[in-house]
Structure formats: structure tokens, C-alpha cells
């Protein structure tokens, strides 16, 4: 299957920074989906993006599939942004492959 | 309406127990997933059903019976399940084909004792 690799593990971010989340894959995909887990558990998604770059609001999302990276973008973060931050990847099948997330604490 | 609900929300059970977990999308996709999430881990798919038909089973044990008895509804049958089962499982449903989106219910906390 298809190794998806997040970077850094773990991030602690004071109030109104802004930060970078990277997610390299290893093989050629059709699928890239960003989510963010609340600490309800609720996966919630941020962006699909299989190549090219998104914005919405405060997050940006940039695919480079000819490299197999992509980066989320999170600025002017706020409290609420806390919570683990997942990519997945899928080729031409159903199965989303995750990688092990970012968690991220955003402090006031 | 890009909403998948799950019920319950919470669930306790015995290992001698038998029941059932639920979700319900009205977005008119036809292709609905489960996935196990343990604690500090990332989902893993379990089941995926295309057009109410069983597609992909991981190789998940029978103690698990995945139910799709329409087109917006999806069960899962739990029975004599063991406590490292206790997980949280989430609920996903997408348009048929790939690549699509997939969009997750808020799942269900499950705990067996």
C-alpha cells in the first residue's frame, strides 16, 4: 500500500502563529484529503486536493504530486485549531491510507 | 447537506453482548465506509460498500456483520467482541468512483468490558 508520512508529529503553537504541516506519500496518487479531528473525534474535511493549491479562510492547502508532498498551511491560528490534523491518499480505489497526524495545540 | 450522523454516540457492552451500530447519509452517495480509530492512531478502513453490495472487506473478523440495507443507511452487528475492540468507529460516505471525497460521521465510542 501506499506509505503516507506527516511532519512534525507534534506541534505547540501560541495564539496568532502560523505554521506549516507536511505530508509526504510514496507513490503516484488520485486522492489527497486533508482532515482535521476535533477532540470530539469528528473528522472534518478541510480539502481535497490531489495537486494544486486551495484556500479557505485561515488554511491553504499546495499538492506538488510530481514530487508527492503536499502542505497545509494554517495562519493566524486561534484555539479552536487544536485537534490532530490527518492527510490521506488513495489510487484508484476506495481505500484512503492515512498518515499518523499532527497534533497540534494551539495555546491562548 | 454534507452530514453523516452516527448512532450512538457512546456505547458500552459485554463480551456476551449483541448490538448494533448506525448511520444515515441523505446526500444520495452511494458508497459508505467503516473504519476502526484506536486511540492515537490513525482510521483503519474496515468495510467499504458500493451501490448497497459488500466491495471491500479488510480482512475484518466475523465478530463484525456490516449491514447495508438501503442506499442511506448502514449497519454494523457486533457480537462476542473481545475488549481490545473498544475503539472509536467512524461512519464515511462518498459519491461511487474514485478519486471522491469521502465525508465522516462523528462515530461511535465503543467500549467492551
Known amino acids: 500500500g501506499i506509505q503516507v508520512e506527516q511532519s512534525p508529529p507534534d506541534l505547540i503553537l501560541q495564539e496568532g502563529a502560523n505554521s506549516t504541516l507536511r505530508c509526504n506519500f510514496s507513490d503516484s496518487v488520485n486522492n489527497l484529503q486533508w482532515f482535521h479531528q476535533n477532540p470530539w473525534g469528528q473528522l472534518i474535511n478541510l480539502f481535497y486536493?490531489?495537486?494544486g493549491t486551495k484556500q479557505n479562510g485561515r488554511l491553504s492547502a499546495t499538492t506538488v504530486a510530481t514530487e508527492r508532498y503536499s502542505l497545509l498551511y494554517i495562519s493566524s491560528s486561534q484555539t479552536t485549531d487544536s485537534g490532530v490534523y490527518f492527510c490521506a491518499v488513495s489510487r484508484y480505489d476506495y481505500k484512503l491510507s492515512f498518515g499518523a497526524g499532527t497534533t497540534v495545540t494551539v495555546r491562548a | 447537506d454534507t452530514e453523516v450522523t452516527q448512532t450512538p454516540k457512546h456505547l458500552v457492552m459485554g463480551m456476551t453482548n449483541k448490538k448494533s451500530l448506525k448511520c444515515e447519509q441523505h446526500m444520495g452517495h452511494r458508497a459508505m465506509y467503516w473504519y476502526k480509530q484506536k486511540a492515537k492512531k490513525p482510521p483503519e478502513l474496515m468495510f467499504v460498500y458500493s451501490y448497497e453490495k459488500l466491495s471491500i472487506n479488510e480482512s475484518v473478523p466475523s465478530r463484525f456483520s456490516p449491514e447495508c440495507p438501503n442506499s442511506s443507511l448502514l449497519n454494523l452487528h457486533l457480537h462476542a467482541l473481545q475488549p481490545e475492540d473498544s475503539a472509536l468507529y467512524l461512519c464515511?460516505?462518498?459519491?461511487?468512483?474514485?478519486?471522491?471525497?469521502?465525508?465522516f460521521g462523528p462515530g461511535t465510542r465503543l467500549l467492551v468490558l
Open positions: 464515511a460516505s462518498s459519491q461511487v468512483g474514485t478519486p471522491e471525497t469521502q465525508y
Open positions: 486536493i490531489p495537486s
